[in-house]
């Protein structure tokens, strides 16, 4: 069992249409990322979380640490958001970064 | 302030041959991960390095190695390349310590034929 898993794997949408990516984890972790990578290339950071919520722009992040869980949510959702999604977790005894396997999200205008 | 930036951003080898790939930090930040992203999988941690030294490793063969220099850039090598080896190799800054967030590159891929 991967240590950082992520669902669904992959979501298609229609413009407009509020989504949701969930990152389920079960390591002890000092901090959680959520990461945009478009297909070929590099990986940009949505957020860095360590408790509670953050919101930037259309995009709202959520952490409970007690239940080792996350989720991403886009609002109002664009073409453009079209990328795959990758939640990554920041182990309490290192800071190297373990991956989630990502979500391919698609939508369509 | 530029972000973290890598070079070359595309090139092709041979099997059996040497690559060289170099990553800057951006500006203020001391640490640099590697991580390796092979075609449709996630990324793999390859090694940390802070004040010229590796601090971490991942599960990568002693082919893969790298180096810091004292303007903090960083480089990875890796030797006797195997088609193994083609992925995107991508560059993280930071400043040491778990409470800053990691910057990536934009990555460079390696092709081996």
């Known amino acids: 069992k991967n240590e950082v898993e992520q669902s669904p794997q992959n979501l298609t949408a229609q413009e407009g249409e509020f989504i949701t990516i969930n990152c389920s984890y079960s390591?002890?972790?000092?901090?959680l990322h959520w990461l945009q990578q478009h297909p070929g290339g590099g990986i940009v950071s949505l957020f860095m979380l360590s408790s509670g919520k953050k919101k930037h722009g259309r995009l709202i992040a959520t952490i409970n640490i007690q239940e080792k869980h996350s989720s991403l949510h886009i609002t109002a959702s664009h073409p453009r958001d079209s990328a795959v999604y990758i939640c990554?977790?920041?182990?309490?005894?290192?800071?190297?970064?373990?991956f989630g396997t990502g979500t391919r999200l698609q939508v369509f205008p | 302030d530029a972000g973290v930036t890598q070079s070359p951003t595309h090139l092709i080898k041979t099997r059996g041959q040497q690559v060289t790939l170099r990553c800057s930090p951006k500006?203020?930040?001391?640490?640099v991960s590697w991580y390796q992203q092979a075609l449709g999988q996630e990324p793999q941690f390859i090694f940390q390095y802070y004040e010229e030294e590796e601090r971490q490793r991942g599960n990568f063969p002693d082919r893969f190695s790298g180096h810091q220099f004292p303007n903090y850039s960083s480089e990875l090598n890796v030797n006797a390349l195997l088609l193994g080896d083609s992925a995107l190799y991508l560059c993280?800054?930071?400043?040491?310590?778990?409470?800053?967030?990691?910057?990536f590159g934009p990555g460079t891929r390696l092709t081996v034929t």
């Open positions: 500006s203020g930040h001391d640490t």
């Open positions: 993280a800054s930071s400043l040491l310590g778990q409470g800053y967030e990691q910057y």
């Open positions: 990554a977790v920041r182990s309490y005894n290192t800071d190297k970064l373990i």
């Open positions: 390591v002890g972790i000092s901090a």
